[in-house]
């Protein structure tokens, strides 16, 4: 966990998804549960996403997907990450296909989060990334 003390997470949509109900009510509860979160909003781009996350010293980087552009995007970012020399956690939430999931783990994302996952499970989780 970086220098604050409380842990800090940046929440974000990609590409043209434009539906944010569900990340909005995610940062909603990470603030509920303690956390310091950041929401950028929607059509983000991967330099405009790793920017703010160096700007804020974030612990964990969430995105949210709902328009299956989530194997493109999150590429994106990772390789950008990679580039950079970047190393913070990423978890993903959303509607991301059960056979997508161990593909994008092995891209190098952290967790991925499904519809009907329980909160309580996204916050241990979450928990165990940013200890």
Request: with cysteine; glycine share 10%.
């Amino acid at each position: 966990m970086s220098k604050q003390t409380k842990p800090k997470i940046l929440l974000a949509k990609m590409g043209l998804d434009c539906h944010d109900t569900g990340v909005t009510t995610i940062a909603h509860l990470l603030r509920d549960w303690g956390y310091e979160t950041i929401y950028l909003g929607l059509h983000n781009s991967a330099e405009r996403i790793l920017n703010a996350a160096l700007e804020e010293d974030v612990d964990v980087i969430g995105l949210s997907f709902l328009s299956g552009q989530h194997l493109v995007q999150t590429k994106k970012l990772l390789e950008l990450m990679k580039e950079q020399g970047m190393e913070i956690p990423i978890v993903l939430g959303g509607v991301i296909p059960n056979y997508d999931i161990s593909t994008l783990k092995e891209m190098g994302v952290a967790e991925v989060f499904t519809p009907g996952i329980m909160s309580d499970a996204i916050a241990g989780h979450l928990k165990r990334l940013v200890s």
